[in-house]
């Protein structure tokens, strides 16, 4: 990934550069400089949704023979961490709860005994690094058996928490 500044002014060249995207001369008093080829202002896009990068920032990004703003190389290349529910990447521009250290995709944010989905200032309890509404909590705490699904680390301490936006 390389991240490059734009935007420069033409000094009085005599001969005029050939644009990389048009191929046309630039005689424009600005032009862009990127992976050291020339562009029109107009001609310099995104290879996703095809922004004018002039429009919309001073930098891009590149990777894998695209050019990109930055919001699509977030979206295609980036990522906020794992789902301590399932495991999967959670990209960087999708929204997320977090409890604790953990991050979870929205719809994986439930219940892990019963999967009742919270609301935002309904409470919960995170156990054995589960996440537990406060009746599973509860029965619990009463029982003397703790089921523990495989994949989660037991810890000897528990915490109650309550959900919040970010």
């Given at each position: 990934?390389?991240?490059?500044?734009?935007?420069?002014?033409?000094?009085?060249?005599?001969?005029p550069q050939?644009?990389?995207?048009?191929?046309?001369?630039?005689?424009?008093?600005?032009?862009?400089?990127?992976?050291?080829?020339?562009?029109?202002?107009?001609?310099?896009?995104?290879?996703?949704?095809?922004?004018?990068?002039?429009?919309?920032?001073?930098?891009?990004?590149?990777?894998?023979?695209?050019?990109?703003?930055?919001?699509?190389?977030?979206?295609?290349?980036?990522?906020?961490?794992?789902?301590?529910?399932?495991?999967?990447?959670?990209?960087?521009?999708?929204?997320?709860?977090?409890?604790?250290s953990n991050?979870?995709?929205?719809?994986?944010?439930?219940?892990?005994?019963c999967s009742?989905?919270?609301?935002?200032?309904?409470?919960?309890?995170?156990?054995?690094?589960?996440?537990?509404?406060?009746?599973?909590?509860?029965?619990?705490?009463?029982?003397?058996?703790?089921?523990?699904?495989?994949?989660?680390?037991?810890?000897?301490?528990?915490?109650?928490?309550?959900?919040?936006?970010?």
């Open positions: 990934m390389e991240m490059m500044n734009l935007k420069s002014e033409v000094p009085n060249m005599e001969i050939d644009c990389a995207g048009c191929g046309k001369k630039i005689t424009d008093r600005f032009l862009l400089k990127s992976l050291e080829r020339y562009w029109h202002e107009s001609c310099l896009r995104c290879s996703c949704c095809q922004c004018c990068l002039a429009e919309v920032g001073s930098t891009l990004y590149t990777k894998a023979s695209l050019i990109l703003c930055k919001r699509d190389y977030l979206r295609l290349f980036g990522s906020t961490g794992y789902c301590a529910a399932c495991c999967k990447v959670i990209p960087s521009f999708e929204m997320v709860m977090r409890a604790r991050i979870y995709h929205l719809e994986c944010f439930a219940c892990q005994q009742h989905r919270f609301c935002i200032g309904e409470n919960f309890a995170i156990f054995n690094n589960r996440i537990l509404c406060e009746q599973d909590y509860q029965n619990l705490l009463m029982s003397n058996e703790e089921p523990i699904p495989l994949g989660y680390k037991q810890q000897s301490h528990h915490r109650q928490g309550e959900i919040t936006q970010n």
